[in-house]
């Protein structure tokens, strides 16, 4: 099961939480960062567009090459795959569930696990979908677009591509 999200909203809630992480202590140290973003004071100083565009030219290209091999995986039959999108999630949390617990060939659904499920549902945060359409440039969209397209046979779509 592969929870997706839009590429333009994962650029966005990256940048977001690296912000986060420059008030945890110890940032800067590779304690509370990401393996592929060394978290220094470079990266603190940068102003939000240029944040975004380290997300972009740092992060993406490593989510792409997950998207293609999860999708590469599936359309050459060595994995079944269920692809639920965010929007899927927050629509309808409950059918989302039980969709993924069929899915794995589980006799059971969220109104026999409602009690140990209901903390979850508290917890599954809901992420402003489409916020990345609003903040990201068109130049740093066209950058993400033009990486996609060297995957012809990959489908963007679930991720807004």
């Known amino acids: 099961v ?8 994962i650029v966005v809630s ?11 202590p110890g940032f800067g ?30 992060i993406v290209p490593w989510y792409v090459n997950f998207i293609v091999s999860w999708d590469s995986l599936a359309r050459n039959g060595n994995l079944e795959i269920l692809w639920v999108t965010y929007e899927e999630m927050m ?14 060939g589980l006799n059971a659904s969220v109104d026999t696990l409602e009690e140990s499920i209901a903390a ?11 916020r990345g359409d609003t903040l990201l440039s068109a130049e740093q969209k066209c950058r993400i677009r033009h990486l996609c397209a ?4 990959t489908d963007f779509s679930k991720y807004g591509i």
């Open 29 to 58: 140290s590779g304690i509370n960062g990401y393996s592929f973003i060394w978290q220094n004071e470079d990266v603190k100083n940068l102003d939000d567009q240029r944040l975004l565009d380290l997300v972009v030219d740092l």
């Open 150 to 153: 060297y995957y012809p046979d």
């Open 2 to 9: 592969v929870l997706v999200r839009r590429i333009y909203d």
């Open 14 to 24: 990256m940048a977001h939480d690296l912000r986060e992480k420059e008030k945890l």
């Open 120 to 130: 979850k549902y508290r917890t599954f945060h809901i992420g402003n979908v489409g």
């Open 91 to 104: 629509a309808d949390k409950k059918e989302t569930i039980n969709r993924v617990l069929s899915f794995a």
